[in-house]
């Protein structure tokens, strides 16, 4: 069975760091490329950051291009979202994605981020 726990949310005030981890199990975790995806209170789902499977390449969108940073241990099964410099807009329930994306297959239960003063 396919499972992605996500983990190190919280609250942060603005420009604040947070990391986020995601263990995987039940799957080859080092063949699949893997993605951080947000959803914001009343917004719909937006990518954040994605990986590939070797860790060689990773992708942002321009909203956090600059401050996130996305990371891979694939001999521990874990993927990592470094947050840094957060802003009120980073608040959103952030899930890791199994699977490239666009042919994504299976989410985390999400992390909760609050960024307010």
């Known amino acids: 069975e396919v499972q992605l726990m996500e983990s190190g949310g919280g609250l942060v005030q603005p420009g604040g760091s947070l990391r986020l981890s995601c263990a995987a199990s039940?799957?080859?975790?080092?063949?699949?490329?893997m993605n951080w995806v947000r959803q914001a209170p009343g917004k719909g789902r937006e990518w954040v950051s994605g990986?590939?499977?070797?860790?060689?390449?990773?992708g942002y969108a321009d909203s956090v291009k600059g401050r996130f940073t996305i990371s891979r241990d694939n001999a521990n099964h874990t993927l990592y979202l470094q947050m840094n410099d957060l802003k009120p807009e980073d608040t959103a329930v952030y899930y890791c994605?199994?699977?490239?994306?666009?042919?994504?297959?299976?989410w985390g239960q999400g992390t909760q981020v609050i960024v307010s003063s």
């Open positions: 994605v199994k699977g490239a994306w666009g042919r994504e297959d299976y």
């Open positions: 039940g799957f080859t975790f080092s063949n699949y490329d």
């Open positions: 990986i590939n499977s070797g860790g060689g390449w990773t």
